[in-house]
């Protein structure tokens, strides 16, 4: 199980990465996330609605709602250029860590792990 700190801090950058390839609605988004993370990470309604709206309301996204066949209408999400500009910056921050972490975890040719 990946801790809750780290899947709160994950979940702007999943969501923003998402919605760039192509409008996506709230269920769909957490399926989307369980499959990338074999499940590791589950989403519940109460935990993405309300950053949703908050990167909504940053003017990261914007939302319309759309008929669906056979069921309720769907509020459905899209990201604004505003949004692609944070989620570049978001990328080169998580790549920066990533980069740094795996110096430290992978060793130089020649050396051993302690």
């Known amino acids: 199980m990946i801790p809750k700190a780290l899947v709160a801090a994950s979940i702007k950058p999943f969501v923003l990465t998402i ?3 192509g409008d996506s609605y709230g269920y769909a988004i957490i399926q989307r996330v369980k499959t990338l993370t074999r499940e ?3 989403w ?7 950053v949703l709206h908050g990167l909504e309301n940053k003017g990261l996204l914007e939302s319309y ?3 669906s066949e056979g069921g309720p209408r769907r509020k459905y ?6 949004g692609r ?3 570049q910056t978001e990328k ?4 920066d860590v990533h980069e740094a972490l795996m110096q430290l975890w992978s060793p130089a040719p020649g ?3 302690n």
Not at 92 to 95: K, T
Request: net charge positive; aromatic share 12%; proline share 6%.
């Open 19 to 21: 919605l760039s390839e």
């Open 40 to 42: 590791r990470i589950k």
């Open 44 to 50: 519940t309604t109460s935990t993405l609605y309300p």
């Open 65 to 67: 709602w759309q008929s």
């Open 77 to 82: 999400y899209r990201i604004t250029a505003k």
């Open 85 to 87: 500009n944070a989620m």
């Open 92 to 95: 080169q921050q998580w790549l």
């Open 111 to 113: 050396l051993l792990p």
